[in-house]
């Protein structure tokens, strides 16, 4: 249950921060941005998807269960600013076993390393599509 909450959590935490400041009227113009993330074509649960502009607050969304994500602005803007963005994945990190398993005393997995896209991408009004392969962004 934690591995779910963590990644919504941050989204949450993110997107609250991020609308705390401004409103519609001084808000850039965004484009709306979906994708998705897979790791050599398996999809890529629960990773944490940015899109830093050059200037301005980051874009946020959290992959589902087939590794589609979309990007949040703010709680109520769908979307990014339009224009150049760096792009970062978080892989979700496991949790250490719980107490009760077999595995039980192990030590959890190491934390998967973030991946900035070497490429910078460009958010464009209207829909955009980006989709990414972590096997691909790490060879």
Request: hydrophobic letters at 35%; a negative charge.
């Amino acid at each position: 249950m934690l591995r779910r909450m963590f990644p919504l959590g941050v989204l949450s935490l993110a997107v609250a921060v991020a609308s705390g400041c401004g409103g519609p009227s001084d808000r850039p113009e965004l484009g709306e941005v979906s994708g998705t993330v897979t790791d050599g074509g398996a999809p890529v649960v629960n990773a944490s998807v940015e899109f830093h502009p050059q200037e301005g607050r980051p874009s946020v969304g959290t992959t589902d269960a087939e590794g589609r994500y979309s990007l949040q602005y703010t709680v109520d803007a769908a979307g990014a600013k339009v224009g150049t963005h760096t792009v970062r994945i978080s892989p979700y990190n496991e949790p250490p076993p719980p107490p009760d398993s077999a595995d039980a005393g192990k030590p959890a997995p190491p934390p998967a390393a973030p991946v900035t896209v070497p490429e910078p991408v460009n958010v464009e009004a209207g829909e955009n599509t980006f989709n990414f392969d972590l096997e691909k962004l790490n060879s």
